[in-house]
């Protein structure tokens, strides 16, 4: 069995400042990681991936998630965000054979001027 | 290159009518799924398919229906609308992760907003 925890609802930030969004995993075999962004009133679009090789994943929009197996982690960071980071951020895992991934419930990213 | 298309955006039904939100993606992609979306509860899954023909229920399939007769098209049937099922529905398809692992990325459509009086 396959889940997924993100440990923060919410996260308030200001713009420039430096962020990070956690997400913790559990699997018994390996994984494929993921996170999707959602932009209000929008469908979720791919943020970043891991499938394998080396474990800092860059993705678009500046992010980048490190994989830390030894801690079954995911953690996505910007160095600087902007007002355009607004949004809704989730965390997926998903396991040899399983069809579906497994969404964490979300972290929304808000950030103030 | 359409992706994933939803239709549509945006329905009002009363209670007990029955509805079907149409899917469909032109990437050939063998899996395709249904998620609603309601505050605080992130996505849920309702249904998913693994292939034409292939059908499986997923964490809430209650009151809803799905078939899958092409590889491109994956309607979801709401039998009797029930205020409960007030919600935001998406749709995602996805191919087969490499080396025996799980599904690849998610390719997810605009959504359709469902309110039920």
């Known amino acids: 069995a396959q889940s997924v925890t993100q440990l923060d609802s919410q996260v308030p930030v200001f713009e420039e400042a430096p962020v990070e969004l956690r997400c913790n995993y559990s699997s018994s075999v390996s994984v494929y990681l993921f996170w999707y962004v959602q932009y209000p009133n929008q469908g979720l679009q791919l943020l970043l991936k891991y499938l394998s090789g080396s474990t800092l994943v860059k993705g678009i929009n500046g992010f980048e998630a490190e994989f830390n197996k030894s801690q079954t982690s995911f953690h996505l960071r910007k160095p600087s965000v902007h007002i355009s980071d607004t949004a809704e951020y989730f965390c997926?895992?998903?396991?040899?054979?399983?069809?579906?991934?497994?969404f964490g419930r979300g972290t929304s990213l808000i950030v103030h001027p | 290159n359409a992706g994933v298309t939803q239709t549509p955006k945006f329905q009002v039904l009363k209670t007990g009518q029955s509805m079907t939100l149409q899917c469909a993606q032109d990437m050939n992609h063998e899996y395709m799924s249904w998620y609603r979306q309601d505050p605080g509860m992130g996505l849920r899954l309702i249904h998913y398919s693994v292939g034409a023909g292939i059908t499986d229920q997923g964490e809430v399939p209650n009151g809803y229906n799905v078939s899958r007769s092409t590889t491109e098209d994956f309607p979801l049937r709401l039998l009797s609308a029930a205020p409960s099922q007030t919600s935001v529905y998406f749709c995602?398809?996805?191919?087969?992760?490499?080396?025996?692992?799980?599904?690849?990325?998610?390719?997810f459509g605009p959504g359709t907003r469902l309110t039920v009086l």
């Open positions: 995602a398809s996805s191919y087969r992760g490499g080396r025996g692992l799980g599904t690849d990325t998610q390719y």
């Open positions: 997926a895992v998903s396991s040899g054979g399983s069809y579906i991934p497994t």
